[in-house]
């Protein structure tokens, strides 16, 4: 590949490093590298950004790393951007991707979304940290925290950053570009090759949208040769009009597995504004949950934004709770305990959860078709609800003795 | 060469240094130290005053001469300006080759200690840590002579056996009065107990006191009292009030040094010996002020009370004993100025001496009474052994401070630390320089998660009391290969033959040496 101008990616900030490239047209390569840890890891950096240029058959270039402590994953990230940049060219994900492949893990309980963390795709140092914290659900983001001009070093970083720094087995998701937007189509091949749980799709306003997104999603798992259909979608419902079409699009895809309300974007439509106490956006709020309840899908209610504010998130996530809402949309790590214990069974869900699934299981063994628990039916959606509160109870640290069922 | 107990190869001396290698934390065996004293008998002036008009003078009165021992506080932290005049001092008047043997060294630039070096005032320096410019010095082999580095407890313990012998003692004091009464808690540079120059005071040769607050007789409250002091020298300024630590120490808001310290408060609160007239040490780094909160919170919320909290305290500490939580602050140090003020002010918080507080070669010392001791740590190796010095490529970054003491006293020890740095792991297979011994270590606290140490005491009982709580933990041999996975294998610091440091334990054995950076 041919360099046709010096380019630069990545910043001076810790945790990242700083890569700049110039063309040194037949000259080799020529690599400097300056860094903290240059002691330890100076030959680790060395083959890194050797097997970069590598990879993009980059065989005369000068390089200069100033590098602040960057992980591996990083500092792939930024030669790759860096290279990208000054070749006037777009990565070709979907044959870059081939290289390695993550294997995506069974979850063989059901998935909790009582948090989603979103984790900026342009900051490597918050990429590195957020997978430790107590989040159920950790959403790379492509789109509003990422400036026009960063758009293409986010894609670098959120992919490597998934395939490579997956470090617990979270939830993972990318939230991409909205459909409208020139990055949609990149964003899509980046997040897919990525192979996150789920991406997650600003704006969305019709179930033919989300059609046509999970068209392309389909398209680029076929090129890529991944599972069709392993990708989950979230569906963001940030307007009036997502929230008219709210029950369609809940039930537009298969691939479509929750919808979170955005109401910052939400009350700007509708001209209202937004308070502490949320009554502008209740209506909304229960249109989601209605869409997603009839859908059988989970329902992400939105931020709270006053990120200082634990109190009021306390008393803003007991509503989100009350409602129904299976989960948060977070923006800070500090708001993740406050929601996550929101999110505790009580003593008494508990022991129904565990007596539905005595239920189930025992409607299963006699092989009988319709199970009943106290006079009701008990259904697949009832079932799953229970699996979930166990879920929740385990994962706030409460021990169920007796049926461990999602074991 | 002798293997010592944690598996260190160590030369038989160093110099004229005999390395007495460390033999493990079993008190078994233990040989208990002579107690010997520099201390020379005097009678009081007969002006009346022991004020002398400036250092020089002070020093020459007191006999300083070539080769011999001074010694100072670090109580003024980086805001301290009387290492630097003292020193100054010596310089002019052509003293060369003393040893230096300050509780502990701290960054202080303007001038630096490496000056004295270099130019022959200083020859041999004995501390509890030497951070900044002159710990990266002595690391590149600025000394002939290695440093001496002792844990708070043993620098009393060395100087009472009589290894270190300390001629003038420099003690800097916020307010004193003629006679050589002093103390650190009141006067615009408080910087609250002085509980590290008792030792100095009670067994210098002479005792100095410089003050540039001179009050009338008598200075009180009395923390160093006239019957110990020499001479008393009023300087124009003894510190930097907001280098001492001036306001309240501040909270963390870096959201994964909080959830280590949320952790390490879940820990506390879990355990069985969380309860009625409990003790604590949490410390003075960012992620102990943070846990400080938390554990406010928790004994809030389950009404418990602690019976005391020991060692440096900070601001958020004496809210907690002004919320009646805590019923008695034993400061050996005060890290702020709202701890610095606090002991004059309340008659249950408390100057103590070093020596009392971590000294296990005395007849008690407070910190064997802790429950919880919570301690920063650069790195932790699969055995639990801590490096509380030096960082990864072998720089200085750190002290010894109290941390082997706290581990062996408080029964249950808590080392905090994130798993990488950077790139930086700093959960390894071994730690550079071995400053704690595992054994003493409890529990291992990162953002990654908690990890028990099977070999402590106390580990079948945390296990329970975790488990019942609902707290998960991890083996810190998955910590390690955790951040490996993150950070890939570092290349070793390598080193030249020669030891340019001795990191002595409690007991005057020797834990490890540091070796000269090859760079």
Known sequence: MQLKHPAVAGTLESCDVQVTIHPNDGMGLDIHIESIVKAQFGDAILETVRDVLAAFEVFDASVYLVDKGALDWVIRSRMQAAICRAADCSFDWVRGGQKKKREISVQQRVPLKRTSLYVSGSSPVNMTQAVFYNEDCMVYDLEDSVPISEKDAARFLVYNAVRDHHILDKYVLIRINGIYSEFIYEDLEAAVCACPNALRIPKVESADEVQRISGMVADIERKAGLEIGSIELWCNIESYLGIIHASEIAKADPRVVALALGAEDFTASMKARRTKQGLEIFYARNAVLMACRSAGIDAIDAVFSDINDLDGLHEDVILTRNLGFDGKTVVHPRQIDVVNSAFTPSKKEIEYAQRVLAAAEEGKQLNKGAVTLDGSMIDKPIELRALTTLEQARAAGIKIGGMNHAD | ?519
Do not use: W
């Open chain 2, 1 to 519: 060469m002798p293997i010592n107990a944690v598996g260190r190869v160590l030369p038989e001396r160093v110099g004229n240094y005999v390395i007495k290698p460390y033999q493990g934390v079993s008190n078994e065996n233990l040989e208990l130290p002579k107690v010997v004293s520099n201390r020379r008998p005097a009678l009081s002036p007969t002006s009346g005053s022991k004020v002398v008009d400036t250092l020089e003078q002070a020093i020459l009165t007191a006999g300083l001469k070539d080769g011999m021992t001074i010694s100072f506080h670090h109580s003024f932290r980086e805001g301290d300006l009387i290492v630097g005049q003292v020193l100054t001092a010596c310089r002019n008047l052509g003293i060369k080759n003393l040893r230096f043997a300050p509780s502990a060294v701290v960054n202080i630039n303007n001038p630096s200690i490496v000056d004295f070096v270099c130019d022959g005032t200083i020859n041999r320096i004995e501390a509890s840590g030497i951070r900044g410019e002159l710990g990266d010095a002595v690391i590149e082999g600025l000394m002939d002579t290695p440093v001496i580095l002792r844990p708070h407890g043993a620098r009393p313990r060395a100087i009472e056996a009589g290894e270190l012998e300390i001629d003038v003692a420099f003690i800097g004091a916020s307010a004193a009065d003629e006679c050589g009464n002093a103390t650190g808690q009141i006067g615009p540079n408080a910087c609250g107990s002085l509980g590290y120059s008792f030792i100095d005071a009670t067994s210098a040769g002479k005792v100095i006191v410089i003050t540039d607050n001179l009050v009338d007789y008598p200075c009180v409250p009395i923390s160093i009292s006239q019957q110990y002091v020499d001479y008393v020298v009023k300087v124009e300024k003894i510190g930097i009030p907001e280098k001492i630590g001036a306001g309240a120490t501040r909270m963390t808001d870096n959201p994964r040094d909080l959830m280590i310290a949320k952790r390490v408060a879940d820990v506390i609160a879990a355990s069985r010996l969380f309860r009625d007239g409990f003790s604590f040490q949490t410390g003075a780094g960012a992620i102990s002020i943070a846990c400080t909160n938390y554990l406010a919170e928790y004994m809030e919320k389950k009404n418990i009370k602690a019976s005391f909290a020991l060692g440096g305290i900070t601001a958020n500490i004496v809210d907690m004993f002004n919320k009646d939580l805590v019923r008695v602050l034993l400061c050996s140090q005060s890290f702020d100025s709202v701890a610095a003020r606090a002991i004059a002010e309340h008659q249950n918080i408390i100057e103590i001496d070093n020596a009392v507080y971590s000294n296990k070669f005395s007849k008690g010392c407070m910190l064997d009474k802790l429950n919880f001791g919570v301690l920063p740590a650069l790195e932790v190796d699969v055995d639990f052994n801590l490096n509380i010095l030096t960082g990864s490529s072998g720089e200085m970054l750190g002290g010894l401070g109290g941390g082997p003491d706290v581990a062996e006293g408080a029964d249950i020890s808590i080392v905090t630390l994130p798993i990488i740095r950077g790139r930086t792991p700093s959960v390894v297979k071994k730690v550079f320089t071995i400053c704690t011994p595992g054994d003493t270590v409890a529990v291992v606290v990162t953002e990654a998660g908690i990890a028990l140490n099977p070999r402590h005491k106390y580990y079948e009982v945390l296990k329970e009391d975790l488990e019942e709580a609902g707290l998960k933990t991890v083996s810190i041999e998955y910590l390690c290969q955790l951040a490996l996975s993150m950070t890939g294998t570092p290349k070793p610091i390598e080193c030249t033959d020669k030891i340019v440091c001795i990191v002595e334990y409690r007991d005057g054995t020797v834990i490890d040496v540091i070796r000269q950076v090859k760079r």
